[in-house]
Nanobody, 121 residues
Framework: QVQLVESGGGLVQPGGSLGLSCVVS????????MGWYRQAPGKQRELVAA???????IYADSVKGRFTISRDNGKNTGFLQMNSLEPEDTAVYYC???????????????WGQGTQVTVSS
């Protein structure tokens, strides 16, 4: 059984930064692409950023230039660095293992439990 465990969420003021981590329990991590999703209250879950096995990245327009996704295959860990945070970034953030179909990220049924990010003064 594959487990994904996120950490790093919390409360931050607008303009602040947070870094999220996602540790995968097995060495299969390097065989998958990875994505970070978020879900705000009353909204659908949306893809924030994704990274291929080789390190190529895509971002939602709303976070481009502010968020950075990365991975360390040797440590079975993915990361999401979030800078210049805005109240609209408030959501539960989930990591996921998936694959690419062309240039589109497709999630597999491997999800973390989620970590809350709250941006508020």
């Amino acid at each position: 059984q594959v487990q994904l465990v996120e950490s790093g969420g919390g409360l931050v003021q607008p303009g602040g930064s947070l870094g999220l981590s996602c540790v995968v329990s097995r060495t299969i991590f390097s065989t998958f692409a990875m994505g970070w999703y978020r879900q705000a209250p009353g909204k659908q879950r949306e893809l924030v950023a994704a990274i291929t096995r080789g390190g190529s990245t895509i971002y939602a327009d709303s976070v481009k230039g502010r968020f950075t996704i990365s991975r360390d295959n040797g440590k079975n860990t993915g990361f999401l660095q979030m800078n210049s945070l805005e109240p609209e970034d408030t959501a539960v953030y989930y990591c996921n293992l998936g694959y690419y179909s062309g240039t589109t990220y497709r999630p597999r049924d491997y999800w973390g439990q989620g970590t809350q990010v709250t941006v508020s003064s």
